[in-house]
């Protein structure tokens, strides 16, 4: 999928921004506060509704202004205009074509993108959470039953959180959350399980393509669920759910650890390594979606340059030269180095100074 | 409608007045059934042709007139008043349940029928009484689901409403 014409209105530190686009790569260019990244943010705020670098969605609308607004003309099996506007104290708002979708949830599974950014070194350090909502982000986006499911599952945790918290717990009330829990904690986890078992090969084959190392790659996907069944974690975690007044049977608990021969990547992975790991695993998300749904997401590389050696910038030049990518964005300070990078993958390109 | 009303003749609005001040005071609710009512029994209870061993459970008063539209149903009804959700502090016992189970013990049941919203907390709620009243030997069905998706049952219309009460579902383990 392609963007052919991009407008921001008040977004982060854009008054009024117009980009037309007629290249397979975009390079964006400019000193650091000129809001570069800013502008991959908004292509991948049109494609999933919401932000990838800011918590919330107030953030993302600029001092002073009451409203924020991103405009962009997709094609993607067709022309599509998506409009977004996001308003203090409302409810955002999503148009596809001039017509409002009811919830933002309906956006997804349409328009795609990976972002390859330097704050993704959180999901290497950062903590559980941080890898299953990079995973949910993932499995929402190209299957609609585990979006409802695990909005479903939420609510119900924070249901059974709330019974537990109470001055007197009612086992049958427990026991009619857990009906409806068992379900869709059922299916979660073996969506999660599958999806490891696809993209392990594939992180490994762009590891490969980018490091000179003979490393394997691993993923550790632990879960409660993986030998028991929610009734029986139930029945074991009975005494300790009472101790602590929430849930510690399910999903929310899972542990993700990116492994490295045989170890933790995070603890004995070398800055270099863990450099490769990333991008081969967003390259590994990128084909996912390729291979699930068919389509070609924009990819948003973030200052990469400014992160990664001159030898891995090289590699990813080549896999991005050999692969069949959509349309890229980059950003970076420096317009020769930027420039260097689009004429060496050897698609059209265009350069946009901020 | 309050300038309307002063265009009328003062008799008129008079009576008006006191017709709405007699419908204010006489509206109470069924001390068996908790639907609305002008009597300690509502007409439904009241009535001697009603199934008084099927009980249908619903959430408020309107449900029951949607369901009383659809002239498809001869038993009793349980208003309960709201649903369970334990985060906005409502449980069980704060609806009608505890007074469900007595009227169960009391009177000799044989079918309950849930019909609440397909909500979540209209799940939670269909799944406790479905624990709770199964353990006394009653059997339990539920009005086939997909009929009150996105709303509440006097969204549906009649005619898919009176399909789901004779096609209702039992409820088992
Ligand atoms: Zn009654």
Redesign the interface.
Known sequence: MKITKLNLNFFKNHDALRIDIDSDIVGIYGLNGKGKTNVLDAIHFLCVGKSYFSGTDIQCIQHEAEAAGIIGIFEAEGTWEVKLVLQRGKRKKIEKNGKALPRVLDHLGQFFSVVIAPGDIELIYGANEKRRSFIDQMLSQTDKTYLQHLV?YK??I???N??LK?D?I?Q??I???D??ITPAVKYLHSKRQELFQFLIPLIQRFYDQLSKGREEIGVDYISGLNDSSYDELTHQNRRKDLALQRSNSGVHKDEIDFVIDGQALKKYGSQGQIKSFLIALKLAEYQYYVETMKVKPLLLLDDIFEKIDTERALALTEVIKNANFGQIFISDTEQERIEKFCKATEHSYQLEAL | MVLNLLKRPEGETLELARALERMRLDIRFCEQCFNLSDDHLCSVCKSPSRDEHTICIVKDFQDVIAIENTAQYNGQYHVLGGL????E?I??QDIKIPQLIDRIKEKEVNEIILALSST?EG???E??I???VTEMGVKVSTLSKGISVGGELEYTDEISLARSIKNRIEMKD
């Open positions: 479903k609510k119900l924070e249901q059974r709330a019974v109470s007197y009612d049958a009330l026991q009619a959350l009906d409806q | 369970i959700s334990p985060v502090g449980g069980p979540m799940d939670t709620t799944f406790y479905a624990r709770k």
